[in-house]
């Protein structure tokens, strides 16, 4: 324990400390060095014995340097007696030197507000500007692959084409068949009420396939791979491989941007396939389970329901909607800086934007194939 | 910093006596799937003194340091710490041991999403207890320790220079002043000034704080400016361990290479000061 007496002799103080004087005291240290400084006040000259100290680390000796300085500020000579060479050197180290504190600006808190909203208003502007300056490059440079043949990266794509859309159909499947057994369930439940149960079929046809099994695998796949690309591509960037690739006149969008942008495009509307059947699938088994329609009926039924059209309508969303994952993912992941925290956020912004863009463009998507009346 | 040698001689004694060694390693055996990184490793690091880790690129001396650290599994063999088997604390003791050293890693390993100040302040804040205006100023305190300006306190570590993380990695090491510190490569990546500033340092620190530091380096300066002893490992083990005269006597063919080769004999042909500041002091 930290020890600390004194001594007053006339106009003289005269200090003894002793024990360990180390950070794991330093709340019960540092009301002593106050105390010594209060003890000293109106005094001449201050004496510190340093000789009893058994074991003194920065800390400790940063809190005597700290007492030192404020008494000789209070205009008390100090001297130092006793301290062991290895002390006096570490005091000599630990000299007390005033640190500025850091200025913390704090302005008012609606005038940060509102810098606030209008930093967000610019930088989504920002946003919408970078994303169509990436799609730019990434036509330019995708163009540029397939002219000058041999510059395509078939393997990477391949390699791609399998960890996000190969390695997905079980989960899609799952969660489509599901899904189609829940609508299917609930249009059974709610059109029985007016007879009309069998058009059930219809509805899981046309909600199916028009959207729910584009857009739920999307959303899947924005989570899934959308991730998965900002994060590669982030820890990339973070540790200079993206500059690495750079300076040996490799183009970073056409060797990391390109193969995986292309790769959602064609694995989403094979996965949306996927998602199609399985929904329908959900749909034929809670059918027959609660209105007694057999698979032949259900498939005659639902041949009259859709047309061709139905079944396109989703497809065709499909590309663009990986298109838009991919952009987000990769323009993302190019943003990353260097902290573990900058990586996070960033995919995190990803998965979130994806989202949203792809709902976004669904309802607009929607409002297209009414107005042409397809 | 200079002042390490103005001290007299007699405050340093790293006596290797049994009872003096920090750390004691007996037949390590350390592999991954069917490699065999450490074939029986003893090694004995002594209580105060610098101990200078060398060895080839490959051969396992990050993979011996981190061992020792508990950081990777060993197969079999024995490390004590502070004279208990590792094996054998309990988790509080061990949390008790981790509290007495001090790590700084080859690549700095700060933590990316906080400021250089609460990089150092981690510890501290961790042992409770030290009151938020002591802690800012033993941060800064620490930063300065390392030659390291007060203007990089609120950068965030990806908007340091590599020899700035170094230093900051070593302020967050020794922030709560620990016995014994552990560096990886600490002076690569440092211009020759720096890694001789940064040599100074360790020497500075460990006079004052009496600190053990057990160093994983390449660095032929620190080897011979202020280790106390080198030890070699080559094949799994420790080929030879002693002071740096031992070293250069020791005729295995690989520590003939390493010492004698083009760069080790530019050192060892005019050590000049260096060996003089070492015996000043040993």
Redesign the interface.
């Given at each position: 324990m930290a020890r600390l007496s004194s001594r007053r002799e006339g106009e003289t103080v005269r200090f003894s400390l002793g024990g360990e004087w180390v950070l794991a005291d330093s709340g019960a240290l540092e009301p002593e060095a106050a105390d010594m400084v209060a003890a000293a006040r109106g005094a001449a000259r201050a004496i510190v014995d340093l000789a009893q100290i058994a074991r003194l680390d920065t800390a400790g000796a940063w809190i005597i340097g700290r007492a030192l300085d404020e008494l000789a500020a209070a205009g008390v000579a100090v001297s130092v007696e006793g301290a062991r060479p290895e002390h006096a050197l570490l005091l000599q180290e630990t000299k007390f030197r005033r640190f500025e504190a850091p200025a913390r600006a704090r302005g008012l808190l609606i005038v940060d507000i509102l810098a606030d909203l209008g930093r967000s208003v610019v930088s989504a502007g920002q946003d919408a500007y970078d994303g169509v300056v990436f799609l730019g490059e990434f036509v330019a440079v995708t163009a540029f692959a397939f002219v000058a043949a041999g510059r395509f990266r078939l393997t990477s794509l391949v390699y791609h084409m399998e960890s996000f859309g190969f390695r997905s159909v079980p989960i899609i499947a799952l969660i489509n068949l599901l899904v189609g057994a829940i609508v299917a369930q609930q249009g059974i439940f709610q059109l029985r009420r007016f007879g009309a149960g069998a058009y059930a079929v219809d509805l899981i046809g046309i909600l199916v396939l028009r959207e729910l099994g584009v857009l739920l695998t999307s959303i899947m796949i924005a989570g899934r791979s959308g991730s998965a690309i900002t994060a590669e591509l982030g820890s990339m960037k973070m540790r200079e491989e993206v500059d690495a690739l750079r300076v040996m006149g490799l183009s970073p969008m056409e060797a990391l941007v390109t193969p995986r942008i292309l790769a959602l495009v064609l694995s989403l509307p094979l996965l949306t396939f996927v998602a199609d059947m399985s929904a329908l699938f959900g749909g034929l088994l809670v059918c027959w389970i609660y209105e007694g329609i057999s698979p032949a009926a259900y498939l005659s039924l639902l041949q009259e329901a859709i047309g061709r059209n139905t079944f396109f309508v989703g497809l065709i969303k499909a590309p663009f909607m990986a298109l838009i994952i991919g952009l987000v993912a990769a323009m993302e992941g190019m943003a990353t800086r260097g902290s573990a925290e900058s990586l996070g956020r960033h995919v995190t912004a990803s998965v979130v934007k994806a989202i949203f863009m792809v709902i976004v463009v669904d309802g607009l998507f929607a409002i297209f194939f009414a107005s042409i009346k397809y | 910093?200079s002042?390490a040698s103005e001290?007299?001689p007699t405050?340093k004694a790293p006596e290797p006596s049994a009872a003096r060694e920090i750390i004691r390693v007996r037949d390590l055996v350390v592999g991954f799937g069917q490699t065999l990184v450490m074939r029986g490793l003893d090694l004995d690091v002594y209580r105060g003194e610098v101990l200078g880790f060398v060895g080839g690129s490959g051969q396992g001396k990050s993979v011996l340091m981190r061992t020792i650290l508990g950081l990777v599994e060993k197969r079999s063999g024995l490390i004590e710490l502070f004279g208990r088997d590792r094996d054998r604390l309990s988790t509080a003791e061990r949390r008790l041991v981790e509290r007495r050293w001090g790590v700084l890693f080859q690549n700095g390993a700060l933590?990316?999403?906080l400021t250089v100040r609460q990089n150092i302040q981690m510890p501290?804040r961790e042992?409770g207890?030290?009151?938020a205006k002591?802690m800012?100023?033993?941060a800064?305190?620490?930063l300065?320790?390392v030659g390291l300006p007060?203007s990089a306190?609120?950068k965030?570590?990806?908007?340091l220079s590599g020899g700035m993380v170094k230093r900051a990695a070593l302020a967050r090491a020794?922030a709560?002043?620990p016995e014994l510190v552990f560096l990886d490569e600490p002076t690569s990546g440092l211009d020759p000034i720096g890694a001789a500033e940064f040599d100074e340092l360790i020497a500075?620190l460990q006079?004052?704080?009496?600190l053990t530091v057990f160093m994983v380096t390449h660095d032929l300066d620190s080897l011979y400016s202020i280790c106390d002893r080198v030890a070699a490992l080559a094949e799994g083990k420790v080929i030879a361990a002693g002071t740096m005269e031992e070293m250069l006597a020791c005729d295995h063919p690989w520590l003939q290479a390493y010492f004698h080769g083009v760069r080790g004999s530019r050192l060892a042909g005019a050590p000049g000061a260096r060996q003089k500041d070492m015996r000043g002091r040993g």
């Open positions: - | 910093m002042l001290l007299p405050t933590f990316s999403s501290m042992s207890q030290v009151s002591l800012d100023e033993l800064m305190l620490k300065a320790l007060a306190a609120d965030f570590p990806a908007e020794l709560l002043d500075t006079h004052t704080l009496g």
